[in-house]
């Protein structure tokens, strides 16, 4: 269908109670359908020059300010054309000029559409690489929430979330339910850059400073510690997984979880460097603990929200399960995530604790999730020195600081490799294990509990070089993680 225009000086747009020949005015689209659904597609579908919409700059505010008015009460849409043409009329319209306009009364919603003004919730977006997924937060005042529907992705019912495909569908669905808190797009979530190079931690966390002039490179140190050294605990490194085969983890780690569509193996390493500074002999904390690998993206090009929470709700399940203390570690991190963050309250609610890594930025960790969350144990790095590494995040959101600078530890490329890596990602396992160590020498208490006696062993002002010249002074912790 199309409508025929012809040239006119003028004609009339509506204001008010009454017509004014503020503009041109040649014609108006009319449809049953809602104006809010279909305003884009008919901006769109117009590519005739001649033809002006409501948002032309063009066309005067009064008219403007009609139009949107014609839009919310007779779902409409007004065009203007300054000469002769035909313009097409899409499916589903009608053409009616101004004055035909005036006699019209105005259309009910289509048959099944709620009359709602404004969805109740918007989609919090978030910038650079995500997936076609949306996370949905439910209010915690519901106990059960019905997902009939919206075939989710990913229950996470230890959370009160699920994940769901971004489809029109499933967005009418949700944008209205008023048991939903917040909906989120599903950002992509990368372990911390490590740089390659390279236990003096070991020491420096169970001794003083470590002599100028030592090498971090060679396993020359001293590390003291108490025999129980993490027994009876489980640590899970949500990471890149962990090569579980590794002499120096002694048959102490197994697989736990696998995100959709990664295999069960280790290919980048990260994940098994983190788990021996964790709780392999020799280079690790906790000499005693368990493993247990949550793989949720295979390299450093990261894993998306939606998978990272996956393996935070099967952490959740499992430590249910177990009934044994459990220790989340966290060596990842992207910009300010309120799932992530609620992720880590719904963990710590239920006694696990969750040690995360500041950063690699050189910025202000409070705009880093889940290191800003506040129930995680957030960690900076140092270097053999007792000086602050200068890319590690720092600011307030730091708990603690631990040995993260040219950091050896076990590797992936087979069960006896090594490799020396540096990094907030290396800091925060040493505090993981020394959780672990702590619970097996003085029993499980609530992760505030534990976040204060970590607190009360650290040594304090031990540390130089804490951004002074970026940040208010005493801003960043001065407190190095210790095992006393």
Not at 403 to 416: A, C, E
């Amino acid at each position: 269908m199309s409508f025929h225009t012809e040239p006119r000086l003028h004609s009339y747009s509506y204001f008010g109670d009454s017509w004014h020949s503020y503009c041109y005015v040649d014609f108006l689209f009319r449809s049953t359908h809602s104006f809010k659904d279909l305003y884009k597609p008919w901006c769109s579908a117009f590519s005739i020059s001649t033809s002006r919409f409501l948002y032309s700059k063009m066309i005067h505010s009064t008219f403007a300010s009609a139009a949107l008015l014609f839009a919310g009460l007779y779902h409409g849409i007004a065009v203007s054309a300054t000469g002769s043409g035909v313009v097409a009329v899409p499916e589903g319209f009608t053409a009616v000029t101004p004055f035909e306009f005036m006699s019209l009364a105005p259309l009910p919603e289509p048959t099944g559409r709620a009359v709602q003004p404004r969805a109740a919730h918007e989609i919090v977006t978030v910038e650079g690489a995500k997936s076609d997924r949306l996370i949905v937060i439910y209010k915690d005042s519901i106990q059960a929430f019905d997902t009939t529907g919206i075939q989710p992705v990913h229950k996470l019912d230890s959370m009160k979330m699920v994940v769901v495909n971004n489809t029109a569908d499933n967005v009418a669905k949700l944008v209205n339910d008023p048991t939903i808190d917040s909906i989120h797009e599903d950002a992509l979530i990368k372990p911390f850059d490590t740089q390659a190079g390279a236990t003096w931690g070991l020491q420096r966390i169970s001794g003083d400073k470590i002599p100028g002039g030592s090498s971090p490179y060679g396993l020359t140190f001293q590390y003291t510690y108490q025999q129980q050294l993490g027994s009876g605990v489980d640590i899970y490194i949500i990471d890149t997984g962990i090569r579980t085969t590794h002499q120096l983890f002694e048959g102490r780690a197994s697989w736990g979880f696998v995100a959709n569509g990664l295999s069960q193996r280790d290919e980048y390493g990260h994940g098994t460097h983190c788990a021996g500074t964790a709780a392999a002999l020799r280079v690790g904390v906790a000499q005693k603990a368990k493993l247990i690998a949550v793989k949720v993206f295979n390299d450093d090009e990261g894993g998306h929200t939606s998978e990272i929470l996956a393996g935070m709700n099967y952490v959740s399940g499992a430590a249910a399960k177990s009934g044994r203390p459990s220790v989340a570690s966290m060596s990842l991190g992207g910009d300010a995530n309120k799932p992530l963050d609620d992720a880590v309250k719904a963990l710590t609610d239920k006694g696990i604790h969750v040690v995360a890594a500041a950063g690699n930025d050189g910025k202000d960790a409070n705009t880093v999730s889940p290191a800003r969350a506040p129930s995680a144990i957030t960690v900076g790095a140092t270097a053999i020195n007792d000086t602050f590494a200068d890319f590690s995040n720092y600011g307030s959101a730091l708990d603690i600081l631990a040995p993260g600078v040219d950091v050896p530890s076990t590797w992936s490329t087979s069960d006896t490799a090594g490799a020396i890596l540096s990094g907030t990602s290396m800091a925060a396992p040493h505090v993981s294990g020394l959780v672990a160590y702590f619970i097996s020498l003085m029993g499980n208490k609530s992760p505030a509990d534990m976040a204060q006696l970590l607190k009360s062993k650290g040594q304090s002002g031990k540390i130089s070089k804490i951004m002074a010249f970026l940040l208010p002074e005493g801003s960043t912790v001065n407190l190095l993680a210790h095992n006393a």
